[in-house]
């Protein structure tokens, strides 16, 4: 069974830093893109970021949001993805999603998240 | 950056169908998917590359893609389905890639 449990949310002032984890079982993490997700109380989803598989060159994309203060990771030996997030502002907080992204091409790429974690909660206040 | 535009809510009586849209230019170049969010709850794929079903996703959802607007149908309505949806694409036609979602439509069951 595919598991995602992310960990590390939790109440951080304006201009920390913050960094979360999602641990992941019941696959083969390494063949897979990892993607981060937010919503922020009462709003839509916002995607955050984005880490390919290494066969795929573990590269990153960013939403321009956070592009820069913002950093995710893999550690394919754990099988786990972290966010780091820096500078923290009042409008990151949200309830955070880890995926896990498939990818499909006909003709061009796309991708798709086709299991997600139940999520952590991240409160930027002072 | 590529935009997706979806209405607000739809409202639908139990056993009717239910069409949630998605428009965005040429979108039926894309392959769209499309999320479930109940309240509370993680959000659920149940539809990916148009119009393909996740296991574990009932035949009452389905999916198509032409032209400008794509759209996610829900056969014979149950009370179970009112949630948020979320239409989704992988836009590369920027300067860099990335995920984008349509708004989200509040799918009422009357």
């Known amino acids: 069974e595919v598991q995602l449990v992310e960990s590390g949310g939790g109440l951080v002032q304006p201009g920390r830093s913050l960094r979360l984890s999602c641990t992941a079982s019941?696959?083969?993490?390494?063949?897979?893109?990892m993607s981060w997700f937010r919503q922020a109380p009462g709003k839509g989803l916002e995607w955050v970021g984005f880490?390919?598989?290494?066969?795929?060159?573990?590269?990153?994309e960013y939403a321009a949001s956070v592009k820069g203060r913002f950093t995710i990771s893999r550690d394919d030996s754990k099988s786990i993805a972290y966010l780091q997030m820096n500078s923290l502002k009042t409008e990151d907080t949200a309830v955070y999603y880890c995926?896990?992204?498939?990818?499909?091409?006909?003709?061009?790429?796309?991708?798709?998240?086709?299991?997600w974690g139940q999520g952590t909660l991240v409160t930027v206040s002072s | 950056s590529y935009v997706l535009t979806q209405p607000p809510s739809v409202s639908v009586a139990p056993g009717q169908t239910a069409r949630i849209t998605c428009g965005g230019n040429?979108?039926?170049?894309?392959?769209v998917h499309w999320y479930q969010q109940k309240p509370g709850q993680a959000p659920v794929l149940v539809v990916y590359?148009?119009?393909d079903r996740p296991s574990g996703i009932p035949e009452r959802f389905s999916g198509s893609n032409s032209g400008n607007t794509a759209t996610l149908t829900i056969s014979r309505v149950e009370a179970g389905d009112e949630a948020d949806y979320y239409c989704?694409?992988?836009?590369?036609?920027?300067?860099?890639?990335?995920?984008?979602f349509g708004g989200g439509t509040k799918l009422t069951v009357l």
């Open positions: 995926t896990r992204g498939r990818i499909t091409i006909f003709g061009v790429v796309t991708y798709y998240f086709d299991y």
């Open positions: 019941g696959f083969t993490f390494g063949d897979y893109a």
């Open positions: 880490i390919r598989s290494k066969a795929y060159g573990g590269t990153t």
């Open positions: 040429n979108i039926g170049s894309k392959s």
């Open positions: 590359d148009d119009s």
């Open positions: 989704q694409v992988w836009d590369s036609s920027s300067d860099h890639s990335g995920v984008v």
